[in-house]
């Protein structure tokens, strides 16, 4: 619905001059509208769809921390139970704000059909579009993360199986595998990103190690979601003063 409302809104902008590339602010919500309603009704979606998307970038923070100090060893069944249940609400908290924040910016859509003036309706697309670049990127990271747990706990029930069947043993919660099968369980399991790209080092890491290494790459991935919300500042702020 949103992807079909930019395409259909870009397409009538286009013949318009491109905006001027000053460097972008932070984002922040629109402080000011001396506007009619229908103005202050965007204000307002805009205001909303900011704010949901600073809430993400503070879930994403936590979410690193707890990847950095998580304890998921299978020697303590409840304090592993526990922290994967703490980072499947952060999961969860980022995709419900995520589409919180998409319903925001199609209300922003809609008030931009009914403009005349083909500037202000490419403000208006230019910041759904860098703002849904954000919302985008941090949906994807709730979706790795939720996949990171879920491999977690395939990847204890395979342990198990090697270990009571194929003869495997524990090292704490390192898995050995038994070299007369060579059940490595390499695979495309999508925790082995989070192996370097290597699964042969899956075995040698402990699950604790793995999410160390997944909080290292959520944090590789915050500048590209800063830049789109820099890219979003500008054409919103001045939308809103060109209410």
Same mark, same amino acid.
């Not at 849904?132 to 977690?152: T, W």
């Not at 991935?221 to 890219?231: G, K, M, Q, V």
């Given at each position: 619905m949103i992807a079909q409302s930019l395409v259909a809104l870009a397409l009538a902008a286009s013949t318009v001059t491109p905006l001027t590339t000053a460097t972008p602010g932070p984002l922040r919500v629109i402080v000011r509208v001396k506007a009619t309603s229908p103005c202050a009704q965007m204000a307002t979606h805009a205001n909303a769809a900011i704010l949901l998307t600073l809430r993400n970038d503070v879930t994403l923070q936590q979410t690193i921390s707890q990847l950095q100090n998580v304890h998921l060893s299978p020697n303590n069944e409840i304090q592993r139970q526990v922290g994967m249940n703490e980072l499947l609400t952060l999961a969860g908290r980022l995709v419900r704000s995520s589409h919180d924040a998409d319903h925001e910016t199609q209300k922003i859509l809609d008030y931009a059909k009914t403009l005349?003036?083909? %500037?202000?309706?490419?403000? !208006?697309?230019? *910041? /759904?579009? =860098? $703002?849904? #670049?954000?919302?985008?990127?941090?949906? %994807?990271?709730?979706?790795? !993360?939720?996949? *990171? /747990?879920? =491999? $977690?706990? #395939?990847?204890?029930?395979?342990?198990?199986?090697?270990?009571?069947?194929?003869?495997?043993?524990?090292?704490?919660?390192?898995?050995?595998?038994?070299?007369q099968t060579n059940m490595n369980y390499g695979g495309g399991d999508p925790m082995y990103r989070y192996a370097e790209g290597s699964p042969s080092l899956m075995p040698t890491l402990s699950n604790d190690q793995l999410a160390?290494?997944?909080?290292?790459?959520?944090?590789?991935?915050?500048?590209?979601?800063?830049?789109?919300?820099?890219?979003?500042?500008?054409?919103?702020?001045?939308?809103?003063?060109?209410?």
């Open positions: 005349k003036d083909p %500037k202000e309706r490419a403000r !208006l697309i230019a *910041f /759904v579009q =860098a $703002i849904g #670049g954000a919302v985008g990127r941090q949906r %994807k990271i709730a979706r790795d !993360l939720g996949g *990171f /747990v879920a =491999a $977690i706990q #395939g990847y204890k029930a395979m342990r198990w199986m090697n270990d009571e069947l194929a003869g495997g043993s524990w090292n704490r919660d390192t898995y050995v595998p038994n070299p160390a290494r997944a909080a290292k790459a959520f944090e590789r991935r915050l500048p590209a979601i800063a830049l789109d919300e820099a890219s979003a500042s500008t054409p919103i702020q001045s939308a809103a003063e060109h209410c």
